[in-house]
């Protein structure tokens, strides 16, 4: 079976459209230079995202230098350029940048760099009720909230006090991907939705001939190799409302969600770690390793700490606000 790097596409602030490249070097944190930026909101008292703000997506982000030779670490971050839906540009080296971003968004913000893993207070976010979490991910009010039992409990403890992982602007793990495979099948569920990959804000789109409408499901905890790097599949790509909303030249449409939570079980696409740093090519080779058939002792240990899990989820969920 043969699989490729189609696409690489970076995101220098959280949010915002990226920028496609030819080529990328990636290490533990993931890729070099990914999501440096993000918008503050000071009454929020918190980080924001295009959940809360869909205009953000409006607007799109590069660097104003290539940052290959920048360290681009936590407090150190490349200088970048943002275009705004009407078409001007501002650096956020320009004091008016918070000025001009709050007018986009309607209220007052600010463009921030990402802080140091230690300045644990500037990730912390808002405790969310049952109610603003069904609104995330287009929930009704007598549906179920979404399962995250897949999310190992360190990260769920952790994402439940900051807003994205410490040290981190990536909403979880630090690489995402996504088959133009999958992007396909749930375009043929839905022919009147466009399944744009832009929706999707992947790091790395993948050509694959392997079998099955959604390929990288097949991926959880396999290794994939390519030329100067390993990374390793995670997690399925849990997916909220942020697809359905408006960006560049794609409209509003509620139905690709809609078609994702009805064909796929709200997911699309796979978290990933990077086992081994190196710089990635777009027309890299990927070689899907998958992990042994778990024996029947460690199948088992593993079902009962799903159950324990998803027991701990649900009595979190009971001490929630429901408004």
Not at 171 to 190: E, F, G, Q, V
């Amino acid at each position: 079976m043969a699989s490729t790097i189609a696409e690489i596409w970076r995101y220098p602030v959280k949010s915002m459209a990226g920028e496609r490249l030819d080529t990328v070097a990636i290490a533990e944190r993931g890729m070099h230079a990914d999501r440096m930026w993000a918008v503050r909101d000071p009454a929020l008292g918190s980080i924001t995202t295009a959940r809360r703000q869909p205009a953000l997506l409006l607007c799109s982000a590069q660097y104003d230098e290539d940052p290959a030779g920048h360290p681009a670490v936590p407090g150190n971050a490349p200088d970048v350029v943002i275009t705004l839906p009407d078409g001007t540009e501002v650096a956020s080296s320009d004091p008016q940048v918070h000025a001009r971003l709050s007018e986009v968004v309607g209220t007052k913000v600010r463009l921030e760099p990402m802080p140091p893993p230690s300045e644990k207070e500037l990730y912390r976010g808002p405790k969310e009720t049952k109610a603003e979490i069904r609104a995330t991910f287009g929930l009704a009010e007598d549906e179920p909230l979404p399962d995250f039992s897949m999310f190992p409990l360190r990260m769920l403890n952790e994402l439940s006090r900051y807003v994205t992982p410490l040290g981190s602007l990536a909403d979880s793990y630090p690489i995402h991907l996504i088959t133009r495979t999958s992007l396909a099948t749930m375009a043929d569920l839905a022919p009147g939705s466009n399944f744009d990959v832009r929706r999707f804000r992947p790091n790395f789109v993948i050509d694959t001939d392997e079998g099955g409408s959604l390929p990288e499901n097949s991926w959880l905890e396999a290794e994939l190799a390519l030329p100067n790097a390993l990374l390793r599949g995670e997690i399925p790509t849990l997916r909220c409302v942020m697809p359905t909303r408006q960006q560049a030249d794609l409209a509003t449409d509620p139905d690709v969600m809609r078609t994702v939570a009805k064909h796929a079980r709200r997911c699309l696409g796979l978290y990933a770690t990077v086992e081994q740093g190196g710089v990635v090519h777009v027309g890299d080779d990927l070689r899907v390793r998958r992990a042994a058939r778990p024996s029947r002792p460690a199948a088992i240990a593993r079902a009962g700490k799903n159950g324990l899990k998803r027991g701990v989820l649900r009595a979190a969920s009971a001490f929630m606000p429901k408004e």
